[in-house]
Nanobody
């Protein structure tokens, strides 16, 4: 069983930066960041395996966001740079052990955090 707690969300102007944190109580094969814009479906943003070797980034944020982890602290981070208004969403971290699934598949994650709001103003 894994418990996840997100933090670091807030209000930022376009072009600004924000770093989200996901503190985990347990260990999972893969940790992912997902986001749900207002009125839209939850979508994958970035994922990282426990080893930190394998990462995945959605095309919409590639080059702007960076996922990383500190295994000693059992925490995963999402550094968000060059933020755009379309990045506005509730951001969730999730954990899963389904190594045979693609990292962007939501069904590969059994544990979810409560979410943290990120709002980017124009």
């Amino acid at each position: 069983q894994v418990q996840l707690v997100e933090s670091g969300g807030g209000l930022v102007q376009a072009g600004g930066s924000l770093r989200l944190s996901c503190a985990a109580s347990g260990r999972a094969f893969r940790i992912g960041w997902f986001r749900q814009p207002p009125g839209k479906e939850r979508e994958s943003v970035a994922t990282i395996t426990w080893s930190g070797v394998n990462t995945y980034y959605a095309d919409s944020i590639k080059g702007r966001f960076t996922i990383s982890r500190d295994n000693a602290k059992n925490t995963v981070y999402l550094q968000m740079n060059s933020l755009k208004p379309e990045d506005t969403a509730v951001y969730y971290c999730a954990a899963g052990d389904y190594s045979y699934l693609q990292p962007w598949e939501k069904r590969g994650y059994d544990y979810w955090g409560q979410g943290t709001q990120v709002t980017v103003s124009s």
